[in-house]
């Protein structure tokens, strides 16, 4: 079972290489990577609204968190109603295509922005966020932000 996991992993790995152009890397690998000299992250993609066809694992520039606002490494994300009606356009005022879709999300604390207090690089945390949430990384406002007591899985805490 682990190794078709790994070998799914592969798979996609080489599918987003596929797709932005690039021969596949030797072995894979995750966390953040570089594009020219900026850091970049997988995320989710809205390409357009519709089924599940219009989604896509791609790569993306990764955020810094803006005054008042923490850098989360997401560990869990949620899939909710809103978020089926999102992909489907079937909301009061869609938002703008290609988006990252996904409005709650917990994880761990990897940078504050300036002027935060209250939390500390490692902190467990769930967050609250307009849209992005299906990413590896994001950055939201601290006020919506929450820590979850270690004993929380993270799934549990989004």
Request: charged share 30%; hydrophobic share 35%; aromatic share 6%.
């Amino acid at each position: 079972m682990a190794k078709e996991g790994v070998e799914k992993a592969e798979e996609t790995e080489q599918m987003i290489e596929k797709e932005a152009g690039k021969e596949p890397a030797e072995g894979g690998g995750g966390g953040s990577h570089r594009l020219g000299d900026a850091q970049e992250m997988r995320a989710v993609v809205l390409a357009g609204f519709g089924g599940l066809n219009k989604l896509r694992v791609t790569r993306k520039a990764m955020p810094e968190p803006q005054d008042g606002e923490l850098k989360i490494r997401v560990k869990a994300c949620g899939l909710n109603f809103i978020d089926l009606m999102v992909r489907q356009g079937n909301i009061d005022n869609p938002p703008k295509t290609p988006l990252v879709p996904g409005f709650e999300c917990s994880g761990i604390v990897e940078a504050l922005g300036d002027s935060v207090k209250g939390y500390e690089i490692g902190d467990r945390v769930m967050a609250f966020v307009n849209y992005n949430a299906w990413a590896e990384v994001v950055c939201t406002p601290v006020e919506f932000v929450y820590k979850i007591p270690d004993d929380m899985s993270f799934s549990d805490g989004q």
